[in-house]
Every structure is written in C-alpha cells, then in structure tokens.
C-alpha cells in the first residue's frame, strides 16, 4: 500500500458525459501528479501540481482539467468524455519539489469505461 | 523529445532463472533521471529504483539489480533466481528537466513454476 488513496476505483460513463477523479497523497507530500494508462497510449504523464499550484503539464487534453485543494487532494475532471477517454488513471504523489525528478508513490488507479 | 524504449514486449521464464529487461532511452540533456516501476496484476504501479545521470554505480537490492551504461544509453534491469511473485508488467521511464515523464511501453515478464 502507497498510502496514496483514490476513488472511486470503478467508473462507468456514456459519451459526453463528465467525471470527477479524486486522489488523496501520503501523509506529507505536497506534490501530486496525474497519468493515463490506455492500450493504445500506454502510461502518459498528464499534470503535476505542487502545494496547490500546476507545476508541470504533459499530454493533458484541453477536455481535461485537474485542481490541487489546500488540504493537498486533487481532483481530475474529465468533460465530454469519448470512447477513447476509457483508461486507467493513476494519482502518484512525492515529497520533493523537484518535479518528475521526484520518486512518485502511486496509488491504485482510476478504471474509467466509456459506453 | 525523449524516448525510452523497452524493446522486449513480454518475456517467459521458468522459477529460479535469471531474466534482464532492457532499456534503452534517448535524451539530449545531460541531467535526466531513469526509473523503473513494477505493475503487477493487480493493477498498481510499484516503484523500484530511480538513478541520476551523474550516478553510474549498478545497484543490487536484494535479487533486483540494475545497470546504467551512459555510453549505450541503457538502464537494463536484472532479476536473479526469478519467482512466481515477480510476474508483472515493468515499465522504465525517464525524467528530463523535470518537465516531463516519459514511459517505455513495458515488458510483461511471466515467471512459470
């Protein structure tokens, strides 16, 4: 166990429709990140925040946006969802302010399905 | 724009074999740092080691160990006396400038008994 939490751990959505993520990081890391795992893209660093600010951004579609909220947890919101949005979405967090440089805890994912 | 490749997609091996899971990375910058992580079926992403460029010591944890090769741009992964427990997807990834990370696309190894 991480000690990175998130939920839910199982979401079903239609098209068009939007969901929100969330992921609590361990006890005392201020840096939380996002990635998508899907067969056709495989694992792709979405975005970073640190202590409440967006600190790094990757392959993050303008459909998606994500927040990091003073007590540290962040949420991800996926909008107008697509077929192609269906993925495993992991939350990783790290104490350093180093950015991806950092050693990233991850937790036990976000399954989206997309109907 | 940086690259790693994990040029084997799955592996089989029998119990108490040694296996080596290769990485090959491609960078323009000379501070960088290379990572491997564990994916067992369970889905999580588990972290092993991560190594600074200016660090080409090989590492041994336990049956893991791990060689950097700055001159072939290499970080391969080996596990000694394999078990059943170290099936799993392992991925390598590499951080440049802290602005990005980038993944292999994995190599599935399966440990039989």
């Known amino acids: 166990d991480s000690g990175v939490t998130q939920t839910p751990k199982h979401l079903i959505t239609a098209t068009g429709q939007r969901v929100t993520l969330r992921c609590s990081p361990r006890s005392g890391d201020l840096s939380v990140y996002w990635y998508q795992q899907s067969l056709d893209q495989g694992l792709q660093f979405l975005i970073q925040?640190?202590?409440?600010?967006?600190?790094a951004k990757g392959n993050i579609l303008e459909r998606f946006s994500a927040q990091q909220f003073p007590d540290l947890h962040s949420e991800l919101n996926l909008s107008s969802l697509e077929l192609g949005d269906s993925a495993l979405y992991f939350c990783?967090?790290?104490?350093?302010?180093?950015?991806?440089?950092?050693?990233?805890?991850f937790g036990p994912g976000t399954r989206l399905t997309v109907l | 724009a940086q690259k790693v490749t994990q040029a084997q997609t799955e592996i089989s091996v029998v119990e108490k074999e040694d296996v080596t899971l290769d990485c090959v990375y491609e960078?323009?910058?000379?501070?960088?740092?290379l990572f491997w992580y564990k994916q067992p079926p369970s889905g999580e992403l588990v972290f092993l080691i991560r190594?600074?460029?200016?660090?080409?010591q090989n590492e041994i944890s336990g049956r893991y160990s791990w060689n950097f090769q700055k001159s072939t741009s290499s970080f391969n992964f080996t596990i000694t006396a394999s078990q059943v427990v170290d099936s799993a997807v392992y991925f390598c990834?590499?951080?440049?400038?802290?602005?990005?990370?980038?993944f292999g696309a994995g190599t599935r190894l399966t440990v039989k008994p």
């Open positions: 190594r600074n460029s200016f660090d080409e």
């Open positions: 990834a590499l951080s440049e400038n802290n602005n990005d990370m980038r």
């Open positions: 925040y640190y202590n409440g600010e967006e600190r």
């Open positions: 960078t323009r910058d000379t501070t960088y740092y």
């Open positions: 990783a967090s790290s104490k350093g302010t180093g950015g991806l440089a950092d050693t990233q805890y």
